[in-house]
């Protein structure tokens, strides 16, 4: 029976392959000038679907260019940070609209899921500083006149991963001063005394200040909520009590399977775009914070499917990590839906999504390279940027980094290494292909917040650094040399123009087989479905099937 079920999944799979040219072929076609449409692709990491948005602008001025924009996103790569509650808004679209700053009702979410045309003009009674498209395109914005894409990331995975993850249960249990533990529990654990200490996503809990006789464990002493929980140092909310759920070690502990399938997703996108639009001379895209770093990540493959393009990417309030530390080095080597061994050795969908590695310094600089100045990077953010600390150190406490953590209390070692990153990104990329501006401040989003804001040499706004690299131009016209545009100056050490390798890595090839500083590229560009011939050869069926256009959402368990 395993083995019939396995071969009808793989018999659909054909087709599957087939849908991104049916149901997402004309992204535009019958659009209303001025108008967003919300349409499922996808599955979300709850296993929910996704959803994108297509946008036509109210005149199309510009038909040969494009415009992307990535927003928000979390990452989590154990059971411990995808369980953790702060995490749930990024993870499904429903609980993001209706709990986050949206607050839509359950009638709104609908409409708004029915793929219903949506005037632009509308949505300035959606948002709050969370979009950077306009609600209304006037010809001053960068983007006015151009079709466009916005996605919204909700797969935990910074739009790279492919395949969906098993994550199974660590508990730490905790003890402390009682000698005695009794784990007894029943119903919603009012009556629960036992002697967990950390939350079931691993967070180590704070003191009771009301009861010192239960120290730190885990309680429901009202029975006020639905389970045993404790207070919680909250690094998403700059450090404020907040509070999480445990679990009794009598507890039936439970695996959680996480969705990844952000750059399955988005791949599909892209390529339904390309066969959409296959002439542009310009893709601009944009993401902030997790939707930044996305930004970035894909600029490179995006340039790989429009050849003849030139690609810009700009990222504002996206310095959460750098390549070449210590939390990268964890990231390539743990996360099972990465470019790392781990994420190399699963089933996974047959698409191209950025495999570059993420453990060298000068990783970005050599994607650049490869494109002969083609491709533009760009960074915005305050040096201080207190959502980006806090995000550095949520990551390192689920990586149970204790170096790091020591690290991120020191902000001198954490101006050292956005120096250190900025740097080496300028001199080891092709002149006039990365720039960044960098303010004295230390909110998040410096563009939303900040636009007036001046750097020191130019005296440039992050207004216009944002409006002139998203048109595809030099900052300062007719100056390719002028890129740092920061509060201060910062020189360069030695160890800062270091460039391991002239280009990217080979695409395609195991770490094991093409590992760091390899100096081979290809140009494989996004194929909406993959190579048809090597998924027929391939005997292992993937696990993650997309649903397209409301059409479908299959999973094909593990067998």
């Known amino acids: 029976m395993v083995d019939h079920t396995r071969a009808m999944m793989c018999q659909l799979l054909g087709f599957i392959m087939l ?38 602008p109210a005149e199309l001025v510009q038909p040969d260019k494009m415009f992307v924009e990535t927003m928000g996103g979390a990452i989590c790569f154990n059971r411990a940070s995808c ?38 003009h509308q949505l300035s009674g959606l948002v709050d500083g969370g979009i950077y498209f306009p609600s209304s395109f006037s010809a001053e914005h960068p983007w006015f006149g151009m079709r466009g894409l916005w996605a919204f990331m909700c797969t935990a995975d910074i739009f790279v991963g492919k395949h969906n993850a098993t994550y199974e249960p660590v508990y730490v249990p905790g003890p402390g001063p009682l000698k005695t533990c009794n784990e007894a529990i029943s119903g919603n654990g009012a009556n629960y005394a036992g002697c967990q200490n950390r939350t079931n996503s691993g967070m180590p809990c704070l003191p009771w200040p009301d009861t010192p006789n239960d120290y730190n464990y885990c309680r ?43 750059g399955l997703n988005h791949a599909l996108l892209l390529g339904a775009a390309k066969q959409a639009l296959p002439n542009l001379t310009l893709i601009s895209t944009y993401g902030s914070s997790g939707g930044g770093v996305a930004a970035t990540a894909w600029a490179s493959l995006i340039a790989d499917t429009w050849t003849e393009s030139k690609v810009v990417a700009l990222a504002d309030g996206a310095l959460h990590t750098f390549p070449g530390t210590s939390l990268f080095d964890y990231f390539w080597e743990k996360a099972p839906y990465g470019a790392g061994p781990l994420g190399q050795a699963t089933p996974q969908y047959d698409v191209t999504t950025p495999d570059f590695d993420w453990r060298e310094v000068d990783a970005l600089a050599k994607e650049l390279k490869s494109h002969e100045g083609r491709v533009t990077i760009a960074y915005m953010s305050c040096i201080d940027d207190s959502v980006v600390y806090s995000e550095r150190k949520r990551m390192s406490l689920f990586a149970n980094l204790t170096t790091t953590l020591q690290e991120l209390a020191d902000p001198g070692t954490q101006h050292a290494r956005t120096w250190r990153f900025l740097n080496n990104l300028h001199a080891c990329s092709p002149e006039g292909s990365a720039f960044s501006f960098i303010g004295n401040c230390s909110t998040h989003h410096l563009l939303q917040s900040y636009r007036d804001l001046k750097d020191l040499q130019a005296n440039i706004s992050a207004a216009e650094f944002a409006r002139r690299v998203l048109q595809g131009l030099q900052p300062v016209p007719g100056s390719k040399a002028t890129t740092k545009f920061w509060y201060e100056n910062k020189e360069p050490s030695a160890a800062d123009l270091l460039c391991s390798s002239p280009v990217r890595r080979r695409r395609g090839v195991a770490p094991e087989a093409d590992g760091p500083g390899s100096d081979t590229s ?26 397209l256009g409301g059409l479908m959402a299959l999973s094909v368990a593990q067998f």
């Open 19 to 56: 849908l991104p040219r049916m149901v997402l072929g004309g992204l535009w076609d019958g659009m209303q000038p001025g108008t967003v449409s919300f349409r499922q692709l996808g599955l979300c990491a709850s296993g929910q679907p996704a959803y994108f948005g297509v946008i036509e």
């Open 83 to 120: 369980n953790t509650h702060e995490l749930r808004l990024w993870t499904d679209v429903d609980i993001f609209l209706s709990e986050s700053f949206l607050r839509l009702s359950p009638p709104m979410i609908e409409f708004l899921k029915s793929g219903a045309a949506v005037p632009l």
């Open 522 to 547: 290809s140009t494989a560009s996004i194929s909406p479905g993959g190579n048809q011939s090597e998924q027929e050869a391939n005997l292992a069926c993937p696990r993650a099937i997309v649903s």
């Open 220 to 262: 429901n002493r009202d029975g006020g909520r639905s389970r045993i929980w404790c207070r919680v140092s909250s690094p998403l909310y700059h450090d404020r009590p907040d509070y999480d759920y445990c679990d009794a070690v009598t507890e039936t502990p439970e695996s959680t399977t996480v969705y990844h399938h952000g």
